[in-house]
């Protein structure tokens, strides 16, 4: 059963940065498909940026291009998602998510979430 646990949320100015990391308790790390996802109360979930297997391809949902990147650690068992340039609607919390390349192609596993916050 994978788990997984957010850190590096938190209080930002605007244009400020924020590093979140996902860490993975599993022994097969490059089998899953790892993604961002972020939801504020009473809105839609939205997608914010995913990673392959490998770590070679990204994609990115369009609010988000270009300011955040979303990198992994195969040896750590972690994903980052790097974030520049905040805006206060970037305010939310995010969400780390994950499925098995192998099997399945819809987020099965969450973490927790992390709230992040940034002032205008």
């Known amino acids: 059963q994978l788990q997984l646990v957010e850190s590096g949320g938190g209080l930002v100015q605007a244009g400020g940065s924020l590093r979140l990391s996902c860490a993975a308790s599993?022994?097969?790390?490059?089998?899953?498909?790892m993604g961002w996802l972020r939801q504020a109360p009473g809105q839609e979930r939205e997608f914010v940026a995913r990673i392959n297997w490998s770590g070679l391809r990204s994609y990115y949902g369009h609010s988000v291009k270009v300011r955040f990147t979303i990198s992994r650690d195969t040896a750590k068992n972690t994903v980052y998602l790097q974030m520049n340039s905040l805006k206060p609607e970037d305010t939310t919390v995010y969400y780390c998510?994950?499925?098995?390349?192998?099997?399945?192609?819809?987020?099965?596993?969450w973490g927790p979430g992390t709230q992040v916050t940034v002032s205008s």
């Open positions: 599993v022994l097969t790390f490059s089998s899953y498909v």
């Open positions: 998510a994950a499925y098995d390349r192998r099997t399945g192609s819809r987020y099965d596993y």
